[in-house]
């Protein structure tokens, strides 16, 4: 390609997950979540559905949803489970997953999703997105929920550098978030939390193709809106969110 290639920016197809999710936990998730032997898979927000398409193929006859909004992820998810031999036990859906009417499934998948379960703004929002999740799962089921935290509470000063209008109130502490999922009637069956190799992972491979992309291409004409893009997002993570966001994956069951 040159210079003058009029097609944009590559999308992020360096990451396995759409997410700070590392390949020795998603190898222990996928063994658990299988483990319950799942007949059926509902997953949130699901992007291309990594983490369902590996459940699916450890748990023969298991059959998954994904509902997403997003046209290119979904396709990607389609190309995935084809290559895997899925197609027959997969769909992957462009539906809004506000008050969807999929599901009660045996597993539940949310992954950095929960604000497309409820138009509920934060502090109110994961509480919300567990309620609807106690909704979706069956009765013995099981909610794979990777949700944000604050590792500690971030001053103004930190904020201001992280997205815009960013504030305490966007996230609870972790002890808050578990409190929370008790609340909505689950226990908290495992409780782990991304690290920071984990996030560098996610964080590096998410702009890995698109800074190459621009190394190559100094006059493309979308290659100054990009750099702006990159950089932003590049600053807000180094001098804003880096050790003080976390993620958690909160694996959960609901209480009878
Ligand atoms: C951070 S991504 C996570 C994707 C995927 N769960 C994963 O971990 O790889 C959040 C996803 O939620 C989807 N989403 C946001 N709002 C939604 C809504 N109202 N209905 C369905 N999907 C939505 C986005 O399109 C996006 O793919």
């Known amino acids: ?3 003058t290639d009029p097609s944009g920016p590559p999308r992020p197809r360096a990451l396995a997950f759409h997410g700070p999710l590392g390949e020795e936990r998603a190898a222990g998730l996928t063994a658990r979540l299988a483990g319950h032997r799942p007949a059926t898979v509902l997953d949130i927000g699901c ?11 450890a748990v023969p006859g298991a059959r998954g ?10 396709a990607r998810g389609r190309a995935l489970a084809a290559g895997r031999g899925l197609a027959d036990r997969v769909e ?23 604000q497309a ?13 567990l309620g609807e999740l106690r909704r979706l799962v069956r009765p013995g089921g099981r909610v794979l929920l990777g949700e944000g935290f604050w590792e500690r509470p971030p001053a103004p000063v930190e904020l201001a550098r992280m997205w815009p209008d960013a504030a305490v109130s966007d996230h609870p502490s972790l002890p808050e978030l578990v409190d929370e999922v008790v609340a909505a009637g689950f226990r908290p069956a495992r409780i782990e939390t991304a690290t920071p190799a ?19 291409r ?17 600053g807000s993570w180094l001098s804003g ?8 994956y909160l694996t959960l069951v609901p209480q009878e």
Do not use: K
Not at 117 to 129: K, Q, S
């Open 241 to 248: 969110y880096r050790n003080l966001l976390g993620i958690a």
């Open 218 to 234: 100094p006059g493309h004409p979308l290659a100054a809106e990009t750099r702006d893009r990159v950089d932003r997002q590049r």
């Open 92 to 114: 992957f859906l462009a539906e809004e997953a506000t008050g969807t009417t999929r599901g009660p499934a045996d597993l539940v998948l949310c992954l950095g999703a929960s």
């Open 1 to 3: 390609m040159t210079s």
């Open 47 to 57: 992007g291309w559905g990594e983490l369902m398409l590996r459940v699916l193929a």
């Open 117 to 129: 379960l409820t138009g509920a703004r934060p502090p109110r929002l994961v509480p919300e997105a």
């Open 65 to 74: 949803t994904g509902i997403d909004l997003d046209e290119q992820d979904l």
């Open 198 to 216: 984990e996030w560098e992972e996610f964080e590096s491979g998410y702009r890995e193709d698109v800074e190459v992309w621009l190394a190559a």
